[in-house]
């Protein structure tokens, strides 16, 4: 949703070119995420609870459960980002991962494989190994798969036919 002064809100349309740029800055937001959380790898509760993280999104995965992928997925990159001890990062953070949710609300139980939980275990490893080098690899990895998959949904999406209701 956009606002618009003295307009309103509008629902916005979402584009390849508009998740694009979403995910273009959320990964430029992660590289500084990532640079400011290495320092902070200490904080074991923060770390325990991105791990319970990666368990609760395997077994969602193993389930078909998109719903709970989603929020686990969105929950694990803003509890990175708040490990980064950054208030100002961590709120444009939230604003931008907002703006991922629609475009993760595409997938179906077909598109949810183990890759999702690996590669979100591999961002991990390497913060908590304080490995900037293999953590922003890392991060362009999922980057790069995330923008293939919503390619994929909004190909089919913009295929599939349309309902009476949204034609009328």
């Known amino acids: 949703m956009d606002y618009?002064?003295?307009r309103g809100f509008r629902v916005s349309t979402l584009t390849l070119k508009s998740a694009e740029d979403v995910f273009a800055t959320r990964l430029a937001l992660e590289r500084l995420v990532v640079e400011q959380a290495v320092r902070h790898t200490d904080r074991v509760?923060?770390?325990?609870q991105l791990g319970d993280m990666l368990i609760a999104m395997a077994e969602a995965v193993h389930r078909r459960d998109v719903g709970t992928v989603i929020?686990?997925?969105?929950?694990?990159?803003?509890?990175?980002?708040?490990?980064?001890?950054?208030?100002?990062?961590?709120?444009?953070?939230?604003l931008v991962t907002e703006r991922v949710r629609p475009a993760l609300a595409l997938m179906v139980p077909d598109e949810l494989h183990d890759e999702l939980v690996?590669?979100?275990?591999?961002?991990l490893t390497a913060?908590?190994?304080?490995?900037l080098e293999e953590a922003e690899a890392a991060l362009r990895a999922h980057n790069s798969y995330a923008v293939d998959l919503l390619r994929t949904l909004l190909i089919r999406q913009a295929k599939a036919p349309r309902s009476s209701a949204e034609t009328s």
């Open 127 to 131: 913060v908590k190994e304080r490995n």
């Open 4 to 6: 618009h002064p003295r």
């Open 118 to 123: 690996d590669q979100h275990r591999r961002i």
């Open 45 to 48: 509760a923060a770390m325990t």
């Open 71 to 94: 929020e686990v997925d969105l929950g694990f990159h803003r509890a990175l980002a708040a490990l980064a001890d950054n208030k100002i990062l961590d709120k444009v953070y939230r």
